[in-house]
Structure formats: C-alpha cells, structure tokens
T-cell receptor, first 110, second 120 residues
Framework: QTVVTQEPSFSVSPGGTVTLTCGLSSGSVSSDSYPSWYQQTPGQAPRTLIYGTNIRSSGVPDRFSGSILGNKAALTITGAQADDESDYYC??????????FGGGTKLTVL | QVQLVQSGAEVKKPGASVKVSCKASGPGDTFITYYMHWVRQAPGQGLEWMGVSNRYGAGTTYAQKFQGRVTMTRDTSTSTVYMELSSLKSDDTAVYYCARDKGGNSWDYWGQGTLITISS
C-alpha cells in the first residue's frame, strides 16, 4: 500500500523561507495527484491552503505557494510569521476516487 | 458565507454504531454539485481520509480500511450528508470532519468537527 510521506517536523526563523514536501513511498507525485495542503492549529478544524498543486484557497496570503519539486509536491512559506506555527498536511489523489493524507509536518517558527 | 455545521459530540459503547450529520448552508449553495468528504483525527494523531459522497448522486467511495463498516449518504432536500460508522472500537475515538470539494480535490469548506468517544 502506497504511503504519503511528509517531514515529521521542520523549523524556520521568523521572516525565513521553508519548503515542506509531500511524496509517495512508491512512485512520483504529479499534477495528476491533485496535491493539496492544509494548515491545522491545535483544537481547530483544518484550513485549506492550496489545492490543484498551486491554487491558493480564498483568503490565503500569497506567502504560501504550492509546486511540484522533482518527484514531490511542495509547500513553500516565504517570510514565515509566528502564526504560521502549525501542523501542515498534504492530500494526494490516488485514483479510483481514493485520497490519502500524509502524516503531517509540525512547523515551528523560532 | 458557506457553513458546514456538524452534529454534536457523542459517547458510544464498543460494538455500537454512530451517525454524524453535516448540514451545508450559504448563498448560492448547489449542494448536488459538490463532493463531500469525511476525515477523522484520533487524539494526537494526523488526519485520515475516510471516504467521499460523490456529486450528482454518483455513489460513494470509501477508504479500504473502512469498507464494510462505513456508510455515507446525502439528503439533497436538506443539503445534509451523513456518515455512519458501525462496530465501533476504542480506536475509533476521534474528531470526525466533513469537507466540501468543488472537484479535483479542491476542498474549500470544513465542518467544525464532531468528537466521537468510544467507551464502555
């Protein structure tokens, strides 16, 4: 069974840039995987940041961007702010109506 | 403003079933045109995709893990989707979320979440 992989944790300095990735245990991520990204803070419902690889959801600041880097999907935060400290999840479409979340990345801003 | 409002928290015994509702409201709502997903999150764990109620009445697709135990239905007359999970076990204790998808995995709105606790 294919697993969606993410870095368990990452840290970035305020004002810095960080790129989180989302890969597959077997195979490559492409736009056909419709990669999407979600931000979640403790006790809150997830918030959609990016869908369709690189389309920002309504109200999402442009410091968040999505792309394909090599064989992975990527979420880049440019000019990180303190309130970007959250858990970030990617979601990939596997075909036949099935989607799978990655394990999530805990981002620390310090 | 579109809202997805879920039913309240429940405590269930092992072996029982639970049915969670998710009602959509808001301007220009054409409920039938959206996919509706269900996701759960166990305490301290990540998000887990459970399945989807497809748009235009095109049935459902479930994660293999939940096949045979989960049923997702929708009532277009009330813009409500339901997720029923049976044969509950302690590790089904989680917050369950619904989310709206415009197509191509473009999820735009999430419900507030419903805590389901399994305890004898």
């Amino acid at each position: 069974q294919t697993v969606v992989t993410q870095e368990p944790s990452f840290s970035v300095s305020p004002g810095g840039t960080v790129t989180l990735t989302c890969g597959l245990s077997s195979g490559s991520v492409s736009s056909d995987s419709y990669p999407s990204w979600y931000q979640q803070t403790p006790g809150q419902a997830p918030r959609t940041l990016i869908y369709g690889t690189n389309i920002r959801s309504s109200g999402v600041p442009d410091r968040f961007s999505g792309s394909i880097l090599g064989n992975k999907a990527a979420l880049t935060i440019t000019g990180a702010q303190a309130d970007d400290e959250s858990d970030y999840y990617c979601l990939l479409y596997m075909g036949s109506g099935i989607s799978v979340f990655g394990g999530g990345t805990k981002l620390t801003v310090l | 403003q579109v809202q997805l409002v879920q039913s309240g928290a429940e405590v269930k015994k092992p072996g029982a079933s639970v049915k969670v509702s998710c009602k959509a409201s808001g301007p220009g709502d054409t409920f039938i045109t959206y996919y509706m997903h269900w996701v759960r999150q166990a305490p301290g764990q990540g998000l887990e995709w459970m399945g989807v109620s497809n748009r235009y009445g095109a049935g459902t697709t479930y994660a293999q893990k939940f096949q045979g135990r989960v049923t997702m239905t929708r009532d277009t007359s009330t813009s409500t989707v339901y997720m029923e999970l049976s044969s509950l076990k302690s590790d089904d204790t989680a917050v369950y979320y619904c989310a709206r998808d415009k197509g191509g995995n473009s999820w735009d709105y999430w419900g507030q979440g419903t805590l389901i606790t399994i305890s004898s």
